[in-house]
């Protein structure tokens, strides 16, 4: 370093500022050019072409102490060498969850799609902020053009929306801006003055439901839980039940959450009935459909979400069922007056300046709660000019249709058991080793079964075959969820599966 510093001071007008030399760039071009050369290789060989590669495995699983070693995570005063910095990139795809895996399927997303991915490494590359045209110019359109499209799937006539960083923060978004709306006083104002607010939503809502009053300053004992039937869709006439409970005690209730696509069972609230009751009242209707919004592609499917026109809100997430890739999802509103705007602007002079050059209306970042905020609609936009609306319905029909295959092979096979019939990609259900098959229904028995799962789990991650979740779940002992997503899965991953557990309990 020393010797290439005096041979800058050197050179003709060198300048040197606090011992620092300002002539020409400091970084070497050349090697970082190569370095990200040798590393898109690298991806490309080790994770997009293994992508459906059904022999490699899931996960090379370690514990944390022993990945530590491995991985080498201290930073050090100096910088690695070039190869030590490759090593470290095929260390983290190596012992990273292959997500993309055809048999990964823990999660509400999985799998790969290349033109989504495509357009991430366009704008991982291109480093936008989208909140002025101005600084991201051919981003903020096709934001503007990919709402304006799932706004027709709602079936609204106008609306308007955002994208965020998760279905968390769109639920967190609505309960906001359902606040505002019932009293604009308070973006002033504040908490203080106001009556107690209360907010309804299924006991098998999302628990960002909880996280949201939390953080607003709502308080978590202000959300009604309401109860759910067999299937966990929300009981309109609970909801009626607690509305007026919430009027006697002088409460003031002002939004109703509902769920398209439970996260556990897959359910789907009744939306026109809880509509009525919304309209009776005059709450807000908030839908999260972060998870079942996606049926609303399928002509097929979208029977699912009958009703969610009446929203004034809805979360919709196409990183999951349509694998926008993460993250890629949308807080859509109905009213199209502004209310976002009015509800989130701070009117920052240095950045939405009202005498531009040009139509400062295309400066949306004032209705964010983020100021850098990234371009998630490109990778939802890029894959949906690539397929077409008949190709993402067609992924949504083909993953409704492997679950249901799924559900028809468990009803064949002894030893499996389903807990309810699915109306959409989770299928839940138990496996009931030999040992159990004679055993009689009791506490003891169901005792025993909470036991089987966590173990199958842990053998099935150690061998790297494939990543199913499983839980306990409102007075049920711990079962599988097995989510279809991945356009990669196929018929004969779904025998898989049934076989793996199979092998991996036989002793137990």
């Known amino acids: 370093v020393s010797i290439c510093k005096q041979e800058m001071l050197q050179k003709k007008n060198a300048v040197l500022v606090d011992g620092v030399i300002l002539n020409g760039p400091i970084t070497d071009s050349k090697a970082g050019e190569k370095f990200v050369e040798e590393v898109c290789k690298i991806i490309m060989e080790e994770v997009i072409r293994k992508a459906d590669d059904v022999t490699e495995k899931v996960c ?64 991982e590359a291109l480093n936008p902020s989208v909140y002025t045209y101005e600084v991201s110019p051919v981003f903020l359109l096709v934001e503007e053009a990919v709402i304006k499209k799932m706004i027709e799937f709602i079936g609204w006539e106008e609306g308007d929306g955002i994208f965020n960083p998760g279905g968390s923060v769109s639920n967190m978004y609505a309960m906001n801006l359902a606040r505002y709306k019932f009293c604009p006083e308070i973006k002033e104002k504040g908490l203080s003055g106001l009556p107690r607010l209360v907010l309804f939503a299924s006991e098998e809502c999302h628990y960002s439901m909880k996280k949201a009053a939390s953080f607003l300053g709502i308080g978590t004992e202000n959300v009604y839980f309401i109860k759910t039937d067999e299937r966990g869709k929300m009981i309109p006439e609970e909801l009626e039940k607690q509305v007026q409970r919430a009027r006697k005690e002088g409460s003031a209730p002002f939004l109703v959450c509902a769920t398209a696509g439970t996260t556990v069972l897959g359910a789907f609230d009744p939306l026109d009935k809880i509509a009525d009751i919304c309209e009776k009242h005059g709450l807000w209707l908030h839908v999260d459909a972060s998870w079942g919004g996606s049926a609303l592609i399928s002509r ?131 496996y009931i080793p030999p040992s159990l098959r004679k055993m009689e229904d009791g506490p003891e028995f169901w005792q025993k079964l909470h036991q089987v799962a966590p173990v199958i789990k842990e053998r099935m991650m150690k061998k790297g075959s494939m990543m199913l979740g499983y839980q306990p779940h409102q007075g049920k002992v711990n079962f599988f969820r097995q989510v279809v997503i991945s356009p990669q899965v196929s018929r004969e991953d779904m025998d898989f599966l049934l076989d793996e557990i199979e092998l991996l309990a036989k002793d137990l």
């Open 300 to 430: 097929k499917h979208c029977k699912l979400l009958h009703g969610i026109h009446r929203a004034d809100s809805v979360a919709w997430n196409p990183h999951k069922m349509l694998l926008a890739g993460i993250q890629c999802c949308a807080l859509l509103v109905k009213d199209n007056s502004g209310l976002l705007k009015k509800c989130y602007s701070a009117k920052a002079a240095y950045l939405f300046q009202q005498d531009k050059f040009y139509d400062v209306s295309y400066d949306t970042g004032d209705k964010s709660i983020q100021c850098s905020r990234r371009p998630d609609a490109f990778k939802f936009w890029l894959m949906w000019k690539a397929l077409g609306t008949a190709g993402l319905e067609e992924r949504v029909n083909r993953a409704l249709a492997l679950a249901r295959y799924l559900v028809e092979e468990i009803k064949k096979r002894e030893g499996f058991q389903l807990l309810l019939e699915p109306e959409y990609a989770n299928v839940c259900f138990w």
């Open 60 to 123: 090379e699983w370690r514990a944390p102490e022993t990945l530590k070693q491995i991985l080498d995570l201290e930073m050090r005063d100096t910088g690695e060498s070039h190869q030590k910095l490759l090593q470290l990139c095929q260390d983290v795809i190596q012992y990273s969850v292959k997500t993309s895996h055809p048999r990964f399927f823990n999660q509400l997303y999985a799998g790969i799609d290349y033109y989504s991915l495509v357009a991430r490494f366009i704008t």
